[in-house]
């Protein structure tokens, strides 16, 4: 070999090890930095937040195990992380309560029906989560204020209850929750949530329809709002989420020629894709917690077979939804959830367009 030949031979084996030990280097850089960012930030396993410190919120990384005490209003107040999985976390002792990332929930500590803290969530890892904590009555809160349907008139006066699902303890946009009826002697009952479906033994059967919500038998039945059933079958799917839910579904013309639309949840429950486990067991949860995180979702789904929604639609506007489902497109409607023990519901969506929705359980 010549001498030029061996001083190129070895200058590449210079280089060879220069690359291989920058590239060597730039992983154990890459490893640390991500140790770092999600191991090594502090995480707390216990720590004590001031009411000071809720002015502008205060941010930690925790574990599941970690404790938490605040102080709000003089009264001190503890919770646990007691679980976390990949899409919400759940708190225990003196809040209970189960959270998804990225949404707000609002917590009453002293029990007087107003906001006091507001928490948070990202989820990080596995076991890691960034949580936020700020105390609401230090901020500006917009409310959000939901009603239910007026009472009947009695002794001249109906009245109505109001929550503000954010709970954030002011009142200056609170509607109206009692008003004079006098000379209202002829109300339409259906300003109260009374359900004109109790009985559908001479509805006319429109079957069962499991592919597109509705069918022809059921959209037609809108042209004269003739009384018919129909049983449908929903299956959505939702960020590796398979949610079936089958459904009564009803319509009838009341007294102004306008019609009634009635739905009534017979069964639901959730399903996790094959996709969804294969991304959890790939994160390392169990096939148990898997399987436990979906029994949970479906006992709290349970809590709401035999919700029924009532709204009064104008034709056109009904069969327009209708024409919509057929093709595909629902957009939903209702949103519901127990407060204090009762039921409230928010519509939107599909149901947007109607004059007026009420229901019950």
């Known amino acids: 070999m010549s001498t030029n030949n061996l001083f190129f031979s070895r200058r590449g084996n210079v280089f060879l090890k220069l690359f291989v030990g920058i590239f060597l280097a730039l992983i154990i850089v890459f490893i640390f930095l991500y140790y770092l960012i999600y191991h090594t930030s502090p995480s707390v396993q216990s720590v004590y937040i001031p009411e000071i410190d809720l002015v502008e919120g205060t941010f930690l990384k925790v574990t599941e195990g970690s404790q938490i005490n605040l102080s709000y209003g003089a009264e001190e107040y503890n919770f646990i992380i007691y679980s976390i999985s990949s899409h919400k976390f759940v708190l225990k002792n003196d809040l209970n309560s189960e959270i998804e990332y990225n949404k707000t929930k609002n917590f009453d500590l002293d029990n007087d029906g107003k906001g006091d803290i507001s928490i948070e969530a ?119 989420f398979l949610f079936n839910s089958t459904n009564l579904l009803a319509v009838k013309s009341d007294s102004n020629n306008s019609c009634y639309y009635y739905q009534k949840n017979l069964n639901s429950f959730f399903e996790f894709s094959e996709e969804l486990v294969e991304e959890l067991i790939a994160q390392g949860y169990s096939q148990k917690e898997i399987s436990d995180e979906e029994k949970a979702m479906n006992d709290s789904a349970q809590n709401f077979v035999g919700l029924w929604t009532q709204c009064l639609f104008n034709k056109e506007d009904l069969k327009q939804v209708f024409e919509n489902w057929k093709t595909g497109n629902y957009q939903g409607g209702e949103n519901c959830d127990f407060v204090n023990g009762e039921l409230f519901c928010q519509y939107s969506g599909d149901f947007k367009s109607a004059i007026q929705c009420g229901g019950g359980i």
Not at 158 to 187: A, H, V, Y
Not at 212 to 226: K, L, R
């Open 122 to 240: 990202k989820f990080l890892d596995r076991d890691l989560i960034n949580i936020s904590i700020m105390g609401l009555s230090l901020i500006d809160c917009p409310e959000n204020w939901y009603c239910t349907n007026w009472t009947p008139c009695i002794n001249n006066f109906k009245e109505r209850k109001c929550i503000d699902f954010n709970l954030c303890g002011t009142e200056n946009q609170k509607p109206e929750f009692e008003k004079s009826c006098m000379g209202e002697f002829n109300q339409n009952t259906s300003s109260s949530v009374v359900n004109h479906f109790e009985n559908l033994t001479d509805f006319f059967d429109c079957g069962f329809e499991n592919s597109t919500i509705i069918n022809g038998c059921f959209i037609q039945s809108v042209d004269e709002c003739n009384k018919s059933k129909l049983i449908s079958k929903i299956n959505l799917f939702y960020e590796g």
